[in-house]
């Protein structure tokens, strides 16, 4: 089992920046498959970011070259460093492990893009 905590969020102008963080309750040296989803109000939850097999990387188009995913596995961490941030951007964002058969999500992160 892992639990999933996330922290990062808040409140950004356009064209700002932010780092979410999304601390594992156990080692995530095995676990090949995690990633950043959001969900607007209304709208459906969709991928963000995702670090698949432990190396490659898939983004969603609407942040490519904005959005970076990475991990540290000696702090048991995914990170997501969201950049030229945009109002539509705005959404609760959560974490999510795929171990095995089973998947894990957060308790999701604010994010909201205002000026």
């Known amino acids: 089992q892992v639990q999933l905590v996330e922290s990062g969020g808040g409140l950004v102008q356009p064209g700002g920046s932010l780092r979410l963080s999304c601390g594992a309750s156990r080692s995530i040296f095995s676990i090949a498959d995690m990633g950043w989803y959001r969900q607007a109000p209304g709208k459906r939850r969709e991928l963000v970011a995702r670090i698949v097999s432990g190396t490659r990387v898939n983004y969603a188009d609407s942040v490519k070259g904005r959005f970076t995913i990475y991990r540290d596995s000696a702090k048991n961490t995914v990170y997501l460093q969201m950049n030229s941030l945009k109002p539509e951007d705005t959404a609760v964002y959560y974490c999510?492990?795929?171990?095995?058969?089973?998947?894990?999500w957060g308790q999701g992160t604010q994010v909201t893009v205002s000026s």
């Open positions: 999510n492990a795929n171990v095995g058969a089973l998947e894990y």
